[in-house]
Nanobody
Framework: QLHLVESGGGLVQPGGSLRLSCAAS????????IGWFRQAPGKEREGVSC????????NYAESVKGRFTISRDNAKETVWLQMNSLKPEDTAVYYC?????????????????????WGQGTQVTVSS
């Protein structure tokens, strides 16, 4: 029922920045925990970041801590992923996903199956 659309991907040089957006429709995202996932060619989809329903709590994969920031504005029905100091290994298709469950961010990869709504993905390529 919840529809998610990612945008903001593109080609960026190492050290550069991108801000991904996840726009929701159908239901208010205030009732959903939102996660960002990514999948590189030949690799398993992995959790990148997660934000609780209120925006009070966030979670990051160790590989992106200090570089990425997740945020949300429920009034705008939008979640963002600010990505700074990008590295070639960040290259992947990035997806946002939503789940009505709470207390999933601390174990994002293990609870990936609880995310029932997914966006179409947006390509991020970090290359010189």
């Amino acid at each position: 029922q919840l529809h998610l659309v990612e945008s903001g991907g593109g080609l960026v040089q190492p050290g550069g920045s991108l801000r991904l957006s996840c726009a929701a429709s159908g239901f208010s995202i205030e009732f959903y925990t939102i996660g960002w996932f990514r999948q590189a060619p030949g690799k398993e989809r992995e959790g990148v970041s997660c934000i609780d329903k209120s925006g009070d709590s966030t979670n990051y994969a160790e590989s992106v801590k200090g570089r990425f920031t997740i945020s949300r504005d429920n009034a705008k029905e939008t979640v963002w992923l600010q990505m700074n100091s990008l590295k070639p290994e960040d290259t992947a298709v990035y997806y946002c996903a939503a789940t009505p469950h709470s207390r999933v961010c601390a174990s994002l990869d293990e609870r990936r199956g609880l995310f029932g709504s997914w966006g179409q993905g947006t390509q991020v390529t970090v290359s010189s």
